[in-house]
């Protein structure tokens, strides 16, 4: 069979896309917005053009009192075109506000892409073992909850934190050239806010880490309950599947109410400081309007400057809630893109090209967590376009064997060689791409036949896949569908039978044109006749390439030209077909019980 397909490389072995640091929260923000530090005086200088009626309304408001109450020294031809130029601020602020919000969302929403696709990136690049030991449902609420969060308080920052921060210097600006021991009121608001956030900074944190802990557990439960519908529906367990969801939730809604009850005791006791604050200014602008320091408009002016500053302040205390779920979720973010249980591939010996022939030197392999080794002492060669099969009872360790030769993982001690080089110093992303794996559970993804058969390759002439689908005897049920190979399969493959959808992985296996293939179970999902024709097209594949294959079922390892049987990690007997059973040892006993 000659196959043509091009591999897509896109996306292979990419780096991250900024130096993560999530005990910098703030500084990982900037560098996840990508832009250099001049972008921001452009939109700032936007926020400030578009703010400015807000800050120039009080000026007009002193005006008019002073023109009404001293006529004589206020003239209301000034106050008439000074009101001109607040309508003229007014009428600029719906395009400038537009524009503002354009390049704030312009910029965060790339980031929240770019942070999606570096947790994708990272995510494809941690070890087998970092996906065993974490739950699905806890990574998709990173992807996803995670950096939803971090968009929501990157857009309270732009927005409201601007506003605060503009507001309060134009305040004290403009207070400092008319009068400056009123500094001295507006300067007492700022250790009020500090000690209030300070005061409730650890409480907040700490519940908003338990509530995200939390959630991050639920999302696992939903994931979890959903692969188990069949299995609890089955089995009536519907009821036990629900309590154990409701004592998730149970959790959820306490750990919530108390995180909720503590960011509102938090922004009250902001609101009624900076109130207090506000009635005492009064006091003061009143008394020194009656000692003839300052006029009824100034009066007019200072309450509104400093009700301003108190509503900016105000802000900070009520963003800051929201501020602490967006530094959790970065720091949430943190134990995927800063794990550094990643395989290492950069400056390893590139692999241009694989012949097959696979050597195991005295492998052991122990999971993590465990005493007992997997493998003991494995040794195994395989040449270039052997066929090795593995048997034994469950637990032998024959998946491990799988796991080393793919090297999702490596040897605890010993070493394998691929063409004579030791694994260990070779980029294993470009020896995937020599390799097929069809493993026991198949995997589909939302999408058509033909997708799911060709994916990850840029081409695939009509040809080549014809010919695939008919080796692998996918047409015996793709020629009955309404649409033939562009049929939807549905989630998982839903709307096929397990034969059809392994049918289809070794279909997608077979079109790589591979110089290794694994066989992890991959009849199992198959009812005897079709078994017996899809060994048959395995067998005609493999021809000229190495080959494993993992299986219980004997008869799918008749053809092997060397079977290998394993008990507790260790090879008990190693031969062909015939030689195992003249020997009348494990293998011979196992085929009488198979019957």
Not at 114 to 123: D, E, G, P
Not at 137 to 150: C, F, H, P, S
Not at 228 to 247: D, K, N, Q, Y
Request: glycine share 8%.
């Amino acid at each position: 069979m000659s196959l043509s397909v091009r591999h897509n490389t896109q996306a292979r072995g990419q780096p991250l896309e900024f130096h993560y640091r999530s005990r910098n929260p703030f500084g990982t923000l900037i560098a996840l917005a990508g832009r250099s530090g001049w972008f921001y005086l452009w939109p700032l200088t936007i926020f400030v053009l578009k703010q400015s009626p807000a800050w120039v309304i009080p000026i007009l408001s002193a005006k008019a009192i002073d023109t009404l109450s001293d006529p004589a020294r206020h003239s209301l031809h000034d106050l008439l075109m000074f009101g001109v130029f607040t309508l003229l601020l007014l009428a600029q602020n719906v395009p400038m506000h537009t524009y503002f919000i354009h390049l704030v969302s312009t910029t965060i929403r790339r980031m929240e892409q770019r942070l999606r696709m570096s947790l994708v990136i990272r995510l494809q690049q941690l070890s087998i073992g970092f996906h065993d030991k974490t739950e699905t449902g806890r990574l998709q609420a990173k992807v996803l909850r995670d950096v939803e969060q971090i968009q929501t308080m990157s857009m309270y920052l732009c927005e409201s934190g601007t506003m605060g921060v503009t507001t309060i210097v134009f305040a004290l600006c403009l207070t400092a050239a008319k009068d400056p021991p009123m500094l001295l009121v507006y300067l007492a608001l700022a250790p009020v806010a500090v000690f209030l956030i300070r005061f409730f900074k650890k409480s907040i944190r700490e519940r908003n880490r338990d509530f995200r802990s939390n959630m991050e557990s639920v999302s696992a439960e939903v994931a979890q309950m959903l692969d188990m519908i069949p299995v609890t529906r089955a089995h009536g367990l519907e009821g036990s599947a629900i309590s154990r969801f409701r004592r998730q939730t149970d959790t959820l809604l306490q750990r919530g109410v108390h995180l909720d009850r503590l960011n509102a005791t938090f922004v009250s006791s902001s609101w009624v400081t900076f109130q207090t604050t506000t009635i005492l200014g009064l006091c003061i602008t009143f008394w020194l309007c009656r000692a003839g320091r300052i006029s009824v408009g100034d009066v007019v002016l200072y309450q509104g400057l400093l009700m301003q500053i108190v509503a900016s302040i105000s802000v900070f205390t009520n963003v800051y809630p929201q501020v602490a779920k967006g530094v959790e979720s970065i720091r949430s973010i943190g134990e995927v893109l800063e794990c550094p249980d990643i395989e290492l591939n950069e400056g390893k010996q590139p692999v241009t090209r694989v012949e097959g022939a696979i050597e195991f030197e005295r492998v052991e392999y122990s999971y993590p967590g465990t005493s007992i080794p997997a493998l003991k002492g494995f040794s195994l060669r395989a040449a270039a376009g052997d066929c090795v099969a593995l048997v034994g009872p469950s637990g032998a360790g024959k998946s491990t064997v799988m796991g080393l030769a793919i090297g999702f993982r490596r040897p605890t001690s010993g070493r394998i060689l691929l063409d004579g080089a030791d694994m260990q110093t070779l980029d294993m992303r470009q020896y995937r791409r020599f390799i097929s794996v069809v493993p026991q559970q198949t995997y589909l993804f939302r999408g058509t036949i033909r997708e799911n058969i060709t994916f990850g390759l840029d081409a695939v002439d009509r040809r080549t896949l014809d010919e695939v689908v008919e080796m692998t005897h996918v047409s015996d049920f793709v020629r009955n569908l309404p649409e033939g190979l562009d049929t939807p399969v549905g989630e998982g493959g839903s709307t096929l039978s397990g034969g059809q959808r392994q049918r289809i992985a070794i279909a997608r296996a077979m079109i790589r044109d591979p110089r290794l293939i694994i066989f992890d179970e991959a009849t199992t999902a198959l009812d005897a006749e079709s078994e017996n024709l899809v060994q048959d097209a395995i067998y005609r594949m493999i021809q000229g390439r190495t080959t494993f294959i993992v299986a219980h079922r004997l008869s799918t390892v008749r053809k092997a030209g060397k079977i290998v049987f394993l008990r507790a990690g260790q090879v008990v007997e190693q031969g062909s077909y015939d030689e195992l059973m003249a020997l009348g040892g494990d293998f011979f006993r196992m085929n009488e019980l198979a019957g």
